[in-house]
């Protein structure tokens, strides 16, 4: 028995002393809020004023003092988001993760990041001649003086990570990170081709490939400004996203009313961006005054400029657009010169670099990335690719055009005027954004900016293109005053819901917009009242109605009425409005049927990987009722079976599997089937992965209202574990009425801070899922009186 005393003393010592560095450590990486601290490169005292909720308000003598104090206090609070960002952008992550993190690392090698970034900080980040720049450099000169002075991030700690300075490089990577995670084509395309060749384009019907015909498009509006393939390439790109730390974008709502539909007299303008929840959150909130100059913000870790937020004259909020700027090309080699692909009549070489993926505790890993005109080869990076004869390419917009989206974010920032902001939403080329807009003039517009090429007629951009014909290459851009855009309408508003936008000139610009399901509902809320008041935009935006999933429901529960079977399901069914509250029980039998109804119609033709890889896209999204409404669709037959499947035979199948797994998990009795039992909210720190530091990092579970496509777009994977997690939704909530510009609302997810043993690290998480706001301030004497600390930055 002395061993296992032993043993167990030992286990304790070594539990007693991990415990112990993990709570010194948490200790020394508070935060300093306030005090006075010295960095270099400032030239006067700034002093930054915290608010109850942990939000920096800035003051500063001059402009390169503001940014370089913001720079400084966003590094003391996400310097380890910063970190991951920029390692996830520039596949860096086994270096301090491991091996099980080189799909990742690949895939963003591929991808050509660290190129795009090198070029782009070197074409617009090599001087500081423009205002724009001298705030860059200034918010970079912050980060690094808190990295070589301030407290460690306990995460630095614990994973081995080095603290390495900033480079303009890094401003770059954030923004192509961003710009990853609206290119949707990556995931859907390959599968799509998939269907293409191995099933048949009759099949593609149900899946609203192209805008359905029942999509609720945005009008445009030119009004006048007021003077005042293989599954192993699936399986490649599937795997990385899975062991993804970082979150990436997948939707937002967002919209704005004239003055004349506003209670106030002055336009209302609300906006919450969705995307992947994570901890910390990814917005951070700042507010900046230098003479000249007065802006409250959000920003994202690395980038010096808020993409969303106002000053005292103009606000904006930004969707993802979702135009297509990514195609797969199909490259033809030269039998004689495995170096050399096809162009049109002849031959042209590929360009080839090498990329070193360094590797915890193994060896590295090196890639040799082929590059054809049309961009990186993907498919020689897979291993065991399974048709060898196959060469992909991927053309991606990021990397062909020159990207201005750091001045444009600058120019939205220092905006006082309608002209001035859409010559900003002019500039961004990708990632493609709607750029909701109201000043207090009382103008309100809504612009697409993206920078879309003209497609021959005859592709279709969401399957693989040839690329040796030349046939298939887009031809120039569109100016900018062909994008989608609406500016002061007649009808009172402008909104996007990542929703496909209206032709221009007879051209629907082909991409993965949303179904009808939130749009047609914030459509429906918008033309519901004369006028709004400031709380009820709030309202809308914790909206969780979604009448078309009410009817999907019953269409599935008339099937099964036909049968006589299953009445506990059919009667939760017929009598839902669509509501997701959280002690409604309808929401977990539709979606349990839902989830089964999928998979029992698709699986089978896909395969696991191309099925899961699917359903994480907006296309069966926009296909449920599509293909739900197809009794003779050529999915429902079982194709791993003897008999011809019907649809009634798939919707009585999921029937069973639903009202089995339900009574499994909460009873026999529907009561137990709340809403709130199967979805909730957590969110995942990277380290929260290993037990017990979840409990540390991670925030929640929360049980939440909402659902899939709903305004308040709480989305989750439509898997059968009977379960749905938020894996997606709303990254803030904001509402800034311009005639009381000083005191918007906003709500972040989980709070201010990154780091756990912040008082700012969770304190919002109730009030995010409860629907409660908190004020955005920018007055003066109102920030004063209810200041909770002072921070002063000395040079």
């Known amino acids: 028995m002395k061993w296992f005393k032993r043993i167990t003393i030992g286990i304790v010592i070594v539990v007693a002393v991990f415990s112990l560095v993990i709570y010194l450590g948490w200790l020394n990486s508070k935060p300093v809020y306030k005090g006075s601290i010295k960095i270099k490169d400032l030239q006067e005292e700034v002093t930054v004023q915290y608010d109850s909720f942990g939000v920096p308000h800035i003051y500063a003598q001059n402009l390169t003092d503001a940014y370089t104090a913001l720079g400084y206090v966003h590094a003391q609070d996400r310097l380890f988001q910063m970190e991951m960002l920029r390692r996830a952008a520039a596949g860096e992550l086994s270096e301090v993760l491991g091996k099980d993190l080189i799909p990742v690392d690949k895939l963003f090698r591929a991808l050509s990041l660290n190129k795009f970034?090198?070029?782009?900080?070197?074409?617009?980040?090599?001087?500081?001649?423009?205002?724009?720049?001298?705030?860059?450099?200034?918010?970079?000169?912050?980060?690094?003086?808190?990295?070589?002075?301030?407290?460690?991030?306990?995460?630095?700690?614990?994973?081995?990570?080095?603290?390495?300075?900033?480079?303009?490089?890094?401003?770059?990577?954030?923004?192509?990170?961003?710009?990853?995670?609206?290119?949707?084509?990556?995931?859907?395309?390959?599968?799509?081709?998939?269907?293409?060749?191995?099933?048949?384009?009759?099949?593609?019907?149900?899946?609203?490939?192209?805008?359905?015909?029942?999509?609720?498009?945005?009008?445009?509006?030119?009004?006048?400004?007021?003077?005042?393939?293989?599954?192993?390439?699936?399986?490649?790109?599937?795997?990385?996203?899975?062991?993804?730390?970082?979150?990436?974008?997948?939707?937002?709502?967002?919209?704005?009313?004239?003055?004349?539909?506003?209670?106030?007299?002055?336009?209302?303008?609300?906006?919450?961006?969705?995307?992947?929840?994570?901890?910390?959150?990814?917005?951070?909130?700042?507010?900046?005054?230098?003479?000249?100059?007065?802006?409250?913000?959000?920003?994202?870790?690395?980038?010096?400029?808020?993409?969303?937020?106002?000053?005292?004259?103009?606000?904006?909020?930004?969707?993802?657009?979702?135009?297509?700027?990514?195609?797969?090309?199909?490259?033809?080699?030269?039998?004689?010169?495995?170096?050399?692909?096809?162009?049109?009549?002849?031959?042209?070489?590929?360009?080839?670099?090498?990329?070193?993926?360094?590797?915890?505790?193994?060896?590295?890993?090196?890639?040799?990335?082929?590059?054809?005109?049309?961009?990186?080869?993907?498919?020689?990076?897979?291993?065991?690719?399974?048709?060898?004869?196959?060469?992909?390419?991927?053309?991606?917009?990021?990397?062909?055009?020159?990207?201005?989206?750091?001045?444009?974010?600058?120019?939205?920032?220092?905006?006082?005027?309608?002209?001035?902001?859409?010559?900003?939403?002019?500039?961004?080329?990708?990632?493609?954004?709607?750029?909701?807009?109201?000043?207090?003039?009382?103008?309100?517009?809504?612009?697409?900016?993206?920078?879309?090429?003209?497609?021959?007629?005859?592709?279709q951009s969401k399957l693989f293109l040839n690329g040796a014909s030349g046939e298939d290459d887009y031809t120039e851009f569109y100016s900018f005053d062909k994008n989608p855009q609406a500016v002061n309408p007649p009808w009172g508003y402008v909104y996007s819901a990542n929703n496909q936008p209206d032709s221009v000139d007879g051209v629907l610009y082909p991409g993965y917009y949303y179904p009808k399901l939130r749009a047609g509902r914030v459509e429906e809320l918008l033309k519901s009242k004369t006028q709004f008041t400031v709380d009820e935009m709030a309202k809308m935006q914790t909206d969780v109605i979604a009448p078309v999933h009410a009817n999907i429901a019953k269409q599935l529960s008339a099937i099964l009425k036909e049968q006589n079977q299953y009445p506990q399901i059919t009667s939760l069914l017929d009598a839902w409005d669509g509501n997701h509250q959280l002690t409604d029980c309808a929401p977990s039998v539709y979606y349990n049927l839902l989830s089964h109804v999928m998979y029992f119609t698709l699986k089978d033709e896909l395969g696991d990987l191309a099925y899961k890889t699917l359903m994480d896209t907006s296309v069966p999204k926009n296909s449920f009722e599509l293909l739900i409404s197809n009794a003779n669709s050529p999915w429902y037959d079982d194709v791993k079976t003897d008999k011809r499947e019907t649809r009634t035979d798939i919707v009585l199948k999921a029937a069973a599997a639903t009202q089995s797994l339900l009574e499994k998990l909460s009873g026999k009795d529907v009561k137990g089937w709340q809403w709130q039992r199967f979805h909730t909210l957590t969110h995942n720190h990277p380290l929260g992965k290993v037990k017990p530091l979840d409990k540390i990092f991670s925030v929640g579970p929360l049980p939440a209202p909402g659902g899939m496509e709903v305004v308040n777009n709480l989305t989750f994977s439509l898997d059968t574990t009977g379960y749905f997690p938020v894996t997606v939704g709303p990254a803030l909530r904001k509402v800034t009425n311009l005639g009381d510009i000083e005191n918007g609302i906003t709500v972040s997810p989980s709070g201010q801070s990154g780091v756990a043993s912040s008082e700012f690290y969770q304190d919002q998480a109730s009030m995010f899922v409860t629907g409660k706001t908190r004020p955005m301030l920018l007055n003066k004497e109102k920030i004063r009186q209810q200041k909770k600390y002072t921070l002063i930055l000395n040079p």
Do not use: C
């Open 117 to 459: 970034a090198e070029e782009n900080a070197e074409k617009f980040l090599s001087s500081d001649t423009a205002d724009w720049q001298k705030a860059a450099l200034a918010y970079q000169k912050g980060i690094n003086a808190f990295i070589e002075k301030g407290k460690t991030p306990i995460e630095f700690t614990l994973m081995g990570l080095p603290k390495r300075k900033f480079t303009t490089k890094d401003i770059y990577l954030a923004i192509g990170f961003m710009s990853f995670g609206f290119a949707e084509g990556l995931q859907a395309d390959p599968v799509l081709e998939k269907i293409k060749n191995e099933l048949g384009e009759e099949y593609l019907k149900d899946l609203a490939v192209q805008t359905p015909t029942d999509a609720v498009t945005i009008k445009n509006h030119k009004g006048n400004f007021k003077n005042k393939q293989a599954d192993s390439l699936i399986a490649f790109i599937n795997t990385a996203l899975q062991n993804l730390p970082v979150p990436l974008w997948q939707g937002s709502n967002g919209w704005a009313v004239s003055a004349e539909k506003s209670v106030t007299g002055f336009p209302i303008l609300a906006n919450d961006t969705h995307i992947g929840f994570g901890q910390p959150a990814v917005w951070y909130e700042a507010h900046l005054e230098f003479p000249g100059h007065s802006f409250y913000g959000h920003h994202i870790a690395g980038i010096p400029f808020g993409l969303l937020g106002n000053n005292k004259k103009v606000a904006w909020g930004l969707t993802m657009f979702e135009n297509d700027d990514m195609d797969f090309y199909k490259e033809e080699r030269n039998p004689n010169n495995s170096k050399d692909v096809r162009y049109k009549d002849g031959f042209e070489s590929l360009k080839t670099r090498k990329e070193v993926i360094e590797v915890k505790d193994s060896k590295d890993v090196v890639l040799e990335i082929e590059t054809t005109r049309h961009g990186p080869i993907i498919s020689g990076l897979v291993d065991n690719f399974s048709d060898s004869t196959q060469t992909i390419s991927m053309w991606w917009l990021l990397l062909h055009e020159p990207n201005r989206a750091l001045e444009a974010a600058w120019l939205l920032n220092h905006a006082d005027d309608i002209a001035t902001a859409q010559k900003a939403a002019s500039l961004f080329s990708a990632p493609g954004l709607n750029v909701m807009y109201a000043d207090v003039e009382g103008n309100i517009a809504w612009w697409a900016s993206a920078k879309l090429p003209v497609r021959p007629k005859h592709i």
